[in-house]
């Protein structure tokens, strides 16, 4: 009987701290995006009145003008492009980092430490350095194209690659976080596997292919979700990057680019709400459809 009591009251104590450890989290989850998540879909139902008030409430009619402005979807469009040069480079970029930086080298933990430098610096700041790298008269990126006889490269005005220019700029931004999870993942993976794998006489490609990939696909799946929330959301690099004359404005701005545009220089809050709900389902919809594809590639065994 006095050990049903003590179990019980051990369970109860570990109930009550499990609650109040998760209560934190909980808490910043739904005031920072629980509300905000019902605020901006109420927001959208209406047209913002002068200096921010008297909004006069209009249903759908945010959604169907949506629906018939070009811009958006082009902004939707700028924003894919983005994405699908980013996540993908900057996971395969990382992940070669991790492995060779998994293995026996010296100064490891200096290497480790210069990937991620650029994680810790401010988005504003890395925008600029760039921006100076990529000016087409000043830049050094011309001038060492220059250097080796070639012409300059527009690499922020022309419309044909502008977004890859933002995107290269991503890329080196996200390496070093990338890499400190493949890393960690990595270190998950038994020695014992290639040790074997060597006395079979297989070669590091064949070990990175049948051994390293399937037992870090789960860390894997996991960078993938975040790094293509992540791109979908991409805005400061635009915005320091891209002046409102750069012709290739309309080729680059995000939809979260134009949700500022709409909501904070033109100051209609409605239309820019219903702009960041097609954008908060495009990403719901993206990850829907990677947790199902993940059963055919992600192994947990």
Same mark, same amino acid.
């Given at each position: 009987m006095n050990r049903k009591s003590k179990v019980s009251r051990r369970e109860r104590s570990e109930f009550l701290w499990g609650w109040?450890?998760?209560?934190? @989290? /909980?808490? =910043?989850?739904? $005031?920072? +995006?629980? $509300?905000? $998540?019902?605020? #901006?879909? *109420? &927001? !959208?139902?209406?047209? #913002?009145g002068a200096f921010g008030k008297g909004n006069v409430f209009i249903g759908l009619d945010n959604y169907g003008q949506l629906f018939s402005d070009g811009t958006v979807w082009q902004a939707l469009w700028n924003t894919c492009k983005y994405a699908l040069v980013e996540v993908p480079f900057s996971i395969a970029i990382a992940?070669?980092?991790? %492995?060779?930086? +998994? =293995?026996?080298?010296? =100064?490891? !933990? $200096?290497?480790? @430490?210069? *990937?991620?430098?650029? /994680?810790?610096?401010?988005p504003a700041a890395v925008a600029m350095v760039w921006r100076w790298l990529y000016n087409s008269e000043f830049g050094l990126l011309n001038h060492i194209l220059r250097g080796m006889g070639f012409s300059g490269v527009n690499w922020i005005s022309n419309p044909n690659i502008a977004f890859i220019s933002v995107a290269v700029v991503g890329i080196w931004s996200v390496i070093g976080y990338n890499m400190v999870l493949f890393f960690a993942g990595l270190q998950e993976i038994p020695r014992d596997y290639y040790e074997a794998a060597q006395i079979d006489g297989a070669d590091g490609i064949s070990q990175f292919f049948t051994i390293t990939l399937p037992l870090i !696909?789960? @860390? /894997?799946?996991?960078? @993938? %979700? #975040?790094?293509?929330? =992540?791109? /979908? &959301?991409?805005f400061d690099s635009i915005y320091m990057m891209m002046g409102r004359s750069n012709p290739a404005l309309g080729k680059t701005q995000s939809l979260v680019y134009l949700f500022y545009k709409y909501s904070f220089i033109e100051g209609n809050k409605g239309y820019g709400s219903s702009i960041v709900m097609l954008l908060l389902l495009v990403i719901l919809l993206i990850t829907v459809i990677q947790m199902f594809c993940q059963k055919k590639w992600v192994n947990y065994s």
């Amino acid at each position: 009987m006095n050990r049903k009591s003590k179990v019980s009251r051990r369970e109860r104590s570990e109930f009550l701290w499990g609650w109040l450890f998760l209560l934190p @989290t /909980m808490a =910043g989850l739904i $005031i920072l +995006n629980i $509300i905000p $998540i019902f605020q #901006t879909i *109420y &927001q !959208s139902l209406f047209k #913002t009145g002068a200096f921010g008030k008297g909004n006069v409430f209009i249903g759908l009619d945010n959604y169907g003008q949506l629906f018939s402005d070009g811009t958006v979807w082009q902004a939707l469009w700028n924003t894919c492009k983005y994405a699908l040069v980013e996540v993908p480079f900057s996971i395969a970029i990382a992940l070669l980092i991790a %492995v060779f930086l +998994n =293995g026996k080298i010296r =100064g490891r !933990s $200096i290497w480790r @430490t210069i *990937y991620f430098l650029p /994680m810790v610096a401010a988005p504003a700041a890395v925008a600029m350095v760039w921006r100076w790298l990529y000016n087409s008269e000043f830049g050094l990126l011309n001038h060492i194209l220059r250097g080796m006889g070639f012409s300059g490269v527009n690499w922020i005005s022309n419309p044909n690659i502008a977004f890859i220019s933002v995107a290269v700029v991503g890329i080196w931004s996200v390496i070093g976080y990338n890499m400190v999870l493949f890393f960690a993942g990595l270190q998950e993976i038994p020695r014992d596997y290639y040790e074997a794998a060597q006395i079979d006489g297989a070669d590091g490609i064949s070990q990175f292919f049948t051994i390293t990939l399937p037992l870090i !696909s789960p @860390t /894997m799946f996991f960078v @993938t %979700v #975040t790094r293509v929330i =992540g791109a /979908m &959301q991409v805005f400061d690099s635009i915005y320091m990057m891209m002046g409102r004359s750069n012709p290739a404005l309309g080729k680059t701005q995000s939809l979260v680019y134009l949700f500022y545009k709409y909501s904070f220089i033109e100051g209609n809050k409605g239309y820019g709400s219903s702009i960041v709900m097609l954008l908060l389902l495009v990403i719901l919809l993206i990850t829907v459809i990677q947790m199902f594809c993940q059963k055919k590639w992600v192994n947990y065994s």
